[in-house]
């Protein structure tokens, strides 16, 4: 129950892109998040837990980020970008791996109150400058060119399919 509070919550919280005041989100947010899907469907390897009505989204995000491949945070080191689900991943190793420039793509991060936890410590976190809450996943990152911000965007809910 606490799940769907806080997902409504969200909807009334979050921003579209024009609530951004970073040009990097901002731009993120029109050409991959806002826009439709331009990613190809087999560019990337999805983690097969990952909910197939994000999945699109997802690829334009990285398409857009220009991410080769994503891999899994402990498996990976050599990717970009690291899938993390909150429920298997300590808090410290996630800081780490953004700390050394990898794009977190955090999976269902409200899904429980532990996970719900742990995200807002990451996104508090000094190592995390710019966090991206889209609810049914995340985004954290390291940007020096950026001051620390977080952000909550609004899924576009015409995009599921």
């Known amino acids: ?6 997902l409504i919550k969200h909807f009334f919280v979050s921003n579209s892109r024009h609530g951004t005041h970073s040009p990097f989100v ?5 050409s991959a998040i806002y826009q439709v899907s331009r990613a190809q ?6 983690p097969l837990d990952f909910n197939p009505k994000y999945r699109s989204l997802l690829l334009d995000i990285l398409v857009y980020m220009k991410v080769p491949e994503l891999g899994y945070l402990g498996q990976s080191s050599q990717t970009e970008a ?10 410290d190793e996630i800081a780490d791996a953004v700390r050394a ?10 899904r429980t109150r532990k996970t719900k936890r742990i995200w807002h410590r990451l ?7 710019v966090s991206i809450n889209l609810f049914h996943f ?12 977080n952000f909550r965007l609004r899924y576009p809910f015409w995009r599921e399919r």
């Open 101 to 110: 420039g990898k794009v977190i793509v955090v999976h269902e991060p409200f």
């Open 26 to 30: 901002y731009g993120l947010a029109s």
């Open 123 to 129: 996104v508090q976190s000094k190592d995390v400058v």
């Open 138 to 149: 995340g985004l954290l990152m390291y940007r020096k060119e950026q001051r620390k911000e």
């Open 82 to 91: 690291l899938f993390v689900d909150l429920r298997d991943a300590a808090a």
């Open 1 to 6: 129950m606490r799940y769907y509070w806080d």
């Open 41 to 46: 469907p087999n560019t990337l390897k999805v």
